[in-house]
């Protein structure tokens, strides 16, 4: 067993192998499961079968972190987008003087391109465009875990205003995790970077007994946002009738703000627990039948 798993950390990062195996081998890594995409049943089953062979264009548009400002607009109206500062294909076009002291930088084509500024008088910014520009190379989908909806986005930087939430230094994560277009648990994150809990509640503010791997559970009570009922609301609306989806919000003083979209919630590489419930929010998602999708 030991070698085998010598073996399969090394394959999994070998690109000129077929999609479909790099795919059963990160699943074997990560999850110490074997991959059955002719019959997918546990989540990260789907989601890696959803990589494979879902590629609806419009999860180009929902996955780039500008473009869904247009679909956020035209769905749920503006008001629920944060301010947007500007949008850069090239790094030396910024402008930094013209910024306010605080932001949030992102990289609108994957995941963990964020960068938060508090204030702008402590900036390098030699390294910091260095690591813009770095970015601006950045694949999603060649050098993570073949995220479908990532591939052909165009790398932008985009500049948006600092969110600030009273009585705590990070903004707590409302993840509405989204099955054919209904949204059926919310994952709340709190303390993230810091001393980072989640959990997951149902759509009636009940805690689950369940939680992604390697996360530490969050046994308090927490607080049900002021704003709950409209962010499910929100939440149904921009999901459509996408097989999975996670609509992510912030609430501020009680007022709703967009975060993102995703498709790969942790990349499909991390299980839940305990293990019943893999296979239980995997029976959520209907996977469309594959002959209908050729069309893509």
């Known amino acids: 067993m030991k070698v085998r ?65 247009s679909y956020v607009e035209e769905k749920i109206g503006n008001k629920y ?10 790094v030396e076009d910024i402008n930094f003087k013209n910024l306010p002291n605080s932001f949030v930088i992102k990289g609108v084509h994957g995941s963990s391109l964020n960068m938060i500024v508090e204030d702008k008088q ?41 969110l600030e939430e009273s009585g705590t230094k990070v903004l707590t994560d409302y993840k509405f995790y989204c099955f054919n277009g209904v949204p059926k648990y919310v994952q709340v994150i709190l303390g993230r970077g810091i001393n980072e809990q989640q959990c997951f509640y149902d759509l009636n503010w009940e805690k689950t007994p369940f939680i992604k791997s390697g996360k ?21 609306k921009l999901a459509g009738s996408l097989p999975f989806s996670r609509v992510d919000f912030y609430a501020i003083e009680g007022k709703t703000i967009f975060g993102e979209i ?17 296979k239980l929010l995997g029976d959520l998602i209907i996977l469309p039948d594959v002959s209908a999708l050729m069309s893509w």
Request: contains cysteine; positive net charge; charged residues 25%.
């Open 81 to 90: 987008l944060n301010e947007l500062y500007g949008v850069y294909e090239n």
């Open 216 to 236: 530490v559970f969050c046994d308090q009570p927490i607080e049900e946002p002021s704003n709950f009922e409209e962010m499910k609301s929100l939440a149904h």
């Open 122 to 162: 402590q900036l390098d910014l030699v390294a910091v465009k260095a690591k813009l520009n770095k970015w601006l190379t950045h694949n999603q989908y060649k050098k993570v875990g073949f995220e479908w909806a990532y591939k052909n986005i165009k790398p932008l930087i985009i500049f948006e205003k600092f």
């Open 5 to 69: 798993k010598i073996i399969v950390r090394i394959a999994k990062n070998l690109k000129f192998l077929p999609v479909k195996t790099i795919l059963k081998l990160r699943h074997e890594y990560y999850t110490g499961k074997i991959l059955n995409l002719k019959n997918p049943k546990e989540f990260n089953e789907k989601i890696q079968w959803l990589k494979l062979y879902y590629h609806n264009p419009l999860l180009t548009k929902l996955a780039c972190k500008f473009n869904v400002r």
């Open 262 to 278: 995703t498709f790969y919630p942790s990349d499909g590489k991390k299980d839940f627990t305990p293990n019943m419930y893999n």
